[in-house]
């Protein structure tokens, strides 16, 4: 069942929790502390956001790696996924910001390396197959 699963939605949905029903400004700062150079580290609200969809893409990267032919249905999700986020970019004024926009961006990565990986994937395993 995880196969299928587009973990991007996991990095909108967060957003949308936190900016559209919390209301918490993509600005507020949400960790800060001295470093040793003596600038001070601050972690806003919006670049946490887009530490957690780096990581998400990670993994639906590593997802889209498995060369198993239910993944196609994980790339037509992820497709799903990212036209949600630039409907909701292009119409919803909560997510019309430059920390959605590469969110949105990140689904479009996801939609076209989970593409690009299974063409390679494809494309070795039938040069593997015709050469026995």
């Known amino acids: 069942m995880l196969r299928f699963f587009p973990f991007m939605v ?4 967060v957003y949308a929790v936190v900016i559209a029903v919390l209301g918490q400004p993509l ?10 150079s003596g600038v001070r580290f601050s972690l806003t609200v919006s670049e946490l956001l887009l530490f ?8 639906e990267v590593m997802n889209a790696a498995s060369a ?6 994980n790339h037509g999700l992820s497709m799903l996924v990212f036209l949600a986020c630039f409907i909701a970019f292009l119409l919803l004024p909560a997510f ?9 961006l990140m689904c479009l990565v996801d939609v076209i390396a989970g593409y690009s990986i299974s063409i390679l994937t494809a494309r070795r395993d ?3 197959g015709s050469q026995e």
Do not use: D, Q
Request: net charge positive.
């Open 10 to 13: 996991l990095a909108v949905l």
């Open 96 to 104: 019309g910001t430059g920390t959605f926009l590469i969110i949105t």
């Open 68 to 73: 198993k032919t239910n993944s196609i249905l």
């Open 52 to 59: 957690v969809a780096t990581i998400v893409l990670f993994f």
């Open 27 to 36: 600005g507020r700062e949400v960790l800060g502390f001295g470093l040793p």
């Open 126 to 128: 039938m040069t593997f």
